[in-house]
Protein backbone atom coordinates (compact mmCIF):
# COMPACT_ATOMS: atom_id res chain seq x y z
CA UNK A 1 0.00 0.00 0.00
CA UNK A 2 1.01 3.39 -0.06
CA UNK A 3 1.15 4.09 3.28
CA UNK A 4 3.57 0.90 3.32
CA UNK A 5 5.83 2.41 1.25
CA UNK A 6 5.73 5.98 3.26
CA UNK A 7 6.42 4.11 6.46
CA UNK A 8 9.10 2.21 4.84
CA UNK A 9 10.82 5.53 3.07
CA UNK A 10 10.74 7.29 6.58
CA UNK A 11 12.14 4.48 8.36
CA UNK A 12 15.11 4.54 5.78
CA UNK A 13 15.53 8.01 5.57
CA UNK A 14 15.24 10.24 8.82
CA UNK A 15 15.88 13.04 6.44
CA UNK A 16 12.55 12.82 4.15
CA UNK A 17 9.94 14.99 5.38
CA UNK A 18 6.24 14.43 4.30
CA UNK A 19 3.56 16.58 4.50
CA UNK A 20 -0.18 15.23 4.01
CA UNK A 21 -2.93 16.38 1.84
CA UNK A 22 -6.28 14.84 2.78
CA UNK A 23 -8.19 14.61 -0.64
CA UNK A 24 -10.96 12.53 -0.93
CA UNK A 25 -11.98 11.45 -3.47
CA UNK A 26 -13.36 7.61 -3.25
CA UNK A 27 -16.98 9.04 -2.51
CA UNK A 28 -18.80 10.18 1.05
CA UNK A 29 -16.98 7.44 2.70
CA UNK A 30 -13.75 8.68 1.86
CA UNK A 31 -14.77 12.25 3.18
CA UNK A 32 -15.67 11.18 6.13
CA UNK A 33 -12.24 9.66 6.81
CA UNK A 34 -10.43 13.01 5.50
CA UNK A 35 -12.78 14.90 7.45
CA UNK A 36 -12.36 12.55 10.60
CA UNK A 37 -8.40 12.24 10.27
CA UNK A 38 -7.81 16.23 9.66
CA UNK A 39 -9.89 16.65 12.79
CA UNK A 40 -7.82 14.26 14.61
CA UNK A 41 -5.25 16.77 14.77
CA UNK A 42 -7.35 18.59 17.74
CA UNK A 43 -6.58 15.85 19.94
CA UNK A 44 -2.73 15.39 18.89
CA UNK A 45 -4.17 12.06 16.94
CA UNK A 46 -3.40 12.75 13.21
CA UNK A 47 -0.94 10.89 12.54
CA UNK A 48 -2.06 7.80 14.45
CA UNK A 49 -5.31 7.83 12.86
CA UNK A 50 -3.81 8.22 9.10
CA UNK A 51 -2.03 5.27 9.27
CA UNK A 52 -4.57 2.99 11.07
CA UNK A 53 -6.77 3.58 8.00
CA UNK A 54 -4.10 4.11 5.19
CA UNK A 55 -3.21 0.45 6.05
CA UNK A 56 -5.88 -0.74 7.74
CA UNK A 57 -7.15 -3.90 5.28
CA UNK A 58 -10.44 -3.80 3.17
CA UNK A 59 -12.63 -0.63 2.22
CA UNK A 60 -12.78 2.13 4.74
CA UNK A 61 -16.48 2.68 6.17
CA UNK A 62 -17.77 5.25 8.78
CA UNK A 63 -18.24 2.53 11.40
CA UNK A 64 -14.34 1.90 11.13
CA UNK A 65 -13.55 5.26 11.20
CA UNK A 66 -15.48 5.89 14.37
CA UNK A 67 -13.99 2.63 15.85
CA UNK A 68 -10.32 4.01 14.97
CA UNK A 69 -10.96 6.85 16.69
CA UNK A 70 -12.69 5.01 19.96
CA UNK A 71 -9.46 2.29 19.48
CA UNK A 72 -7.32 5.40 19.62
CA UNK A 73 -8.77 6.72 23.06
CA UNK A 74 -10.16 9.64 21.21
CA UNK A 75 -12.99 12.15 22.34
CA UNK A 76 -15.38 10.83 19.48
CA UNK A 77 -18.04 14.02 20.15
CA UNK A 78 -15.33 16.32 19.95
CA UNK A 79 -14.18 14.77 16.66
CA UNK A 80 -17.31 14.76 15.25
CA UNK A 81 -17.32 18.38 15.90
CA UNK A 82 -14.10 19.32 14.37
CA UNK A 83 -15.17 17.41 11.55
CA UNK A 84 -16.84 20.18 10.63
CA UNK A 85 -14.73 23.39 11.24
CA UNK A 86 -13.75 26.03 8.52
CA UNK A 87 -10.47 24.30 8.99
CA UNK A 88 -11.32 20.97 7.75
CA UNK A 89 -13.08 22.78 4.98
CA UNK A 90 -10.33 24.94 4.03
CA UNK A 91 -8.03 21.68 3.83
CA UNK A 92 -10.15 20.31 1.78
CA UNK A 93 -11.20 22.64 -0.83
CA UNK A 94 -7.56 23.70 -1.16
CA UNK A 95 -6.31 19.97 -2.09
CA UNK A 96 -9.20 20.03 -4.82
CA UNK A 97 -7.83 23.13 -5.97
CA UNK A 98 -4.32 21.79 -6.33
CA UNK A 99 -4.98 18.64 -7.39
CA UNK A 100 -6.71 20.14 -10.23
CA UNK A 101 -3.91 22.40 -11.24
CA UNK A 102 -1.05 19.50 -10.69
CA UNK A 103 -3.61 17.49 -13.05
CA UNK A 104 -3.95 14.68 -10.18
CA UNK A 105 -7.22 12.56 -11.06
CA UNK A 106 -6.41 10.17 -8.55
CA UNK A 107 -4.81 8.88 -5.31
CA UNK A 108 -2.21 8.31 -4.03
CA UNK A 109 -0.19 10.87 -5.53
CA UNK A 110 2.94 12.38 -4.52
CA UNK A 111 5.11 15.73 -5.14
CA UNK A 112 9.05 15.32 -4.66
CA UNK A 113 10.96 17.74 -5.20
CA UNK A 114 9.98 19.73 -8.19
CA UNK A 115 8.28 16.53 -9.77
CA UNK A 116 5.10 14.79 -9.57
CA UNK A 117 3.96 11.64 -9.66
CA UNK A 118 0.42 10.41 -9.89
CA UNK A 119 -0.41 7.11 -8.57
CA UNK A 120 1.04 4.31 -6.62
CA UNK A 121 4.77 3.95 -5.72
CA UNK A 122 7.11 1.20 -5.02
CA UNK A 123 10.01 1.87 -2.49
CA UNK A 124 12.44 1.93 -5.13
CA UNK A 125 10.65 4.20 -7.25
CA UNK A 126 10.30 7.25 -4.38
CA UNK A 127 13.46 6.35 -3.43
CA UNK A 128 14.91 7.26 -6.41
CA UNK A 129 12.74 10.35 -7.04
CA UNK A 130 13.66 11.71 -3.29
CA UNK A 131 17.50 11.08 -4.41
CA UNK A 132 16.50 13.06 -7.71
CA UNK A 133 15.54 15.59 -5.78
CA UNK A 134 18.48 16.25 -3.64
CA UNK A 135 21.03 16.48 -6.33
CA UNK A 136 18.99 19.64 -7.91
CA UNK A 137 20.87 22.21 -7.81
Known sequence: SAGQTLQALLAADANVRVIYREWPILGEDSVIAARAALA??????????????MNGEGRVTEALIFKVARDLGMDVAKLEADMVSPAVEAHIALSNALAQQLGFTGTPA?????????GMLSFDEITRLVADARNIP
Not at 40 to 53: N, P
Open 40 to 53: AREQGKYEAFHWAL
Open 110 to 118: FIVGDKTAP
